[in-house]
């Protein structure tokens, strides 16, 4: 029995040798990251990127909107003015962290109601440095009242979304979660009230979109239904977000 357990306490070590040669597991932030622009502000709020990596702004409203900073350091940045459906790049070298907002919403006197100017943030983390925690994204609008949960799911299937229709209160917000195989997004059909676009989601992944205007959006997946070869099995709906007052009968 003692030779035996000798052999067992030898195998228990060298296998806990082998594992302590291997590098610890640690997440490290993407080197690039798209930010979708809204008009009623920036998704998502907080993001980390690798130093020298990239961070991209998708205009995906109907206004113009920058990307400033405020407050100094590490660096000053501005994308300038781009208008929709304009993207601007930037390449981050310094680590630390970013605050930011939209000069010609938030700055110099401008001040657009339905754009959220506060929380944005870049944190941009050092080489072999993990992804910090993020804060859960704090969306535009007023508070909404106690009676209703502040957010709404969304499931973005290889067939469909489920609900397809959904009702909110102005300063809610949605969240559509990929539940299926294939990329799938939830883009408006038009541009009212506002036009907004998750972006294509993988599986798994999922976005989350405020509201700030009363009415009803129509949207469908756009890699399912904007193009000649629809996916087959799909149905491209439309489906809707009704957003109402405050107060409003449901």
Known sequence: MNRFRAVALAVAAITVLAFAGLPAAADTPPHDVVVMVYDTGFTPQSIAVQAGGSVTWKNRGNMVHTAQTIGGP???????????????????????????????????????????????????????QPAPMLSPTVLAGPTPTATLPPTFSVALSDTGASPPSITV???????????????????SLSGAPLAFDSGGLGPGQSARISFALPGTYSYTSE?????????????????????????ASS
């Open 74 to 128: 590490p660096m000053h940045f501005d994308t300038g003015g781009f208008g929709p459906n304009e993207d601007r790049s930037l390449t981050f070298q310094a680590p630390g962290v970013y605050n930011y907002t939209s000069e010609t919403d938030c700055l110099n006197g401008n001040k657009i109601p339905m754009f959220a100017c506060t929380g944005y943030s870049i944190i941009v983390v050092a080489p072999n």
């Open 169 to 187: 209160l102005v300063g809610q917000s949605v969240t559509w979660m990929n539940t299926g195989t294939k990329v799938h997004t939830a883009t």
């Open 223 to 247: 890699p399912d239904c904007h193009n000649p070869s629809n996916a087959p099995g799909f149905n491209c709906g439309p489906y809707t977000v009704v957003v109402q007052a405050a107060g």
